[in-house]
């Protein structure tokens, strides 16, 4: 896993937006896993300057978001099919046919998570999934405790992640208490995975994902058992991190590739 420190969410957003652009200059096709929230907004607009200059194009490019509420509507502003077009399509440029967030309205929610699984083998499987991580530690809506090797299925949200989301809504009780998220085993298949995070509020997360033991207590910390996971916090983020200077050194004497 490589860690790369910087000073704030703005510096983390152009770092991983570097990564994607690099992803997507290499193979204009690439299939990018989205996830939504707070984290990965700066990353999103960085990406958007890199389209508005013509250093990269998602036009041809294929998306899966993490993860979506049950039981709101498609058109409700904080459905993530509605984040998704906001922050991902309509600015980054993406065709709108390709880009996939889980049916959270379905009627049978179980096969929509097993058409989900199918529709991105059928992409032929995620090339670099952003990731941002939830105060408890939660990848996707992957709560503590969640197998390593789950698939995209429904879930119930934490309390704390409940009362951490609502901020998005008018008050606690309009935040869903269910979702279909991408399962860790889902996730460990991508590619590549780029997390970022920013914040003190972060910061256990973060070192517990990082240097903790692997354990399902800790879903952040399955990255640890991924071969290409790069992990990308501002200073607030990196502050419990027992090897920060370490991880600054690293990034400093990268070896040529
Ligand atoms: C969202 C997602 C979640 C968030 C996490 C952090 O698609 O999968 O894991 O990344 O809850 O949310 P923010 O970034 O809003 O703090």
């Not at 085993?185 to 003190?200: D, S, W």
Request: a negative charge.
């Amino acid at each position: 896993m490589q860690v790369i420190i910087v000073a704030n969410a703005d510096a983390v957003g152009r770092i991983a937006s570097a990564k994607i652009a690099a992803i997507v200059g290499a193979d204009p096709t690439a299939v990018i896993g989205l996830a939504t929230g707070s984290s990965p907004s700066d990353t999103y607009r960085a990406l958007h300057g890199r389209v508005t200059k013509g250093e990269i194009s998602f036009a041809g490019a294929t998306g899966f978001a993490l993860d979506e509420y049950v039981g709101i509507s498609v058109s409700d502003p904080q459905s993530y099919a509605s984040v998704i077009t906001r922050d991902v399509v309509d600015p980054l440029g993406f065709d709108p046919v390709r880009v996939h967030v889980p049916d959270g309205r379905a009627v049978d929610l179980a096969a929509a998570a097993e058409a989900y699984e199918a529709a991105i083998k059928a992409a032929g499987g995620i090339d670099v999934q952003i990731l941002g991580i939830g105060s408890n530690g939660h990848i996707g809506f992957n709560e503590p405790t969640s197998s390593f090797a789950s698939r995209t299925r429904v879930k119930t949200l934490a309390p704390r992640t409940r009362e951490d989301n609502a901020r998005f809504f008018r008050s606690l009780d309009e935040v869903p208490i269910h979702c279909i998220t991408q399962g860790l085993g889902t996730i460990l298949e991508a590619r590549e995975l780029v997390l970022v995070a920013h914040g003190e509020s972060k910061a256990n997360a973060i070192a517990d994902s990082v240097e903790g033991p692997v354990t399902s207590f800790v879903p952040g910390s399955a990255l640890q058992l991924h071969r290409h996971a790069t992990v990308i916090v501002d200073e607030a983020a990196a502050s419990r991190l027992r090897l920060a200077d370490y991880y600054r050194y690293v990034t400093l004497n990268e070896p040529q590739k």
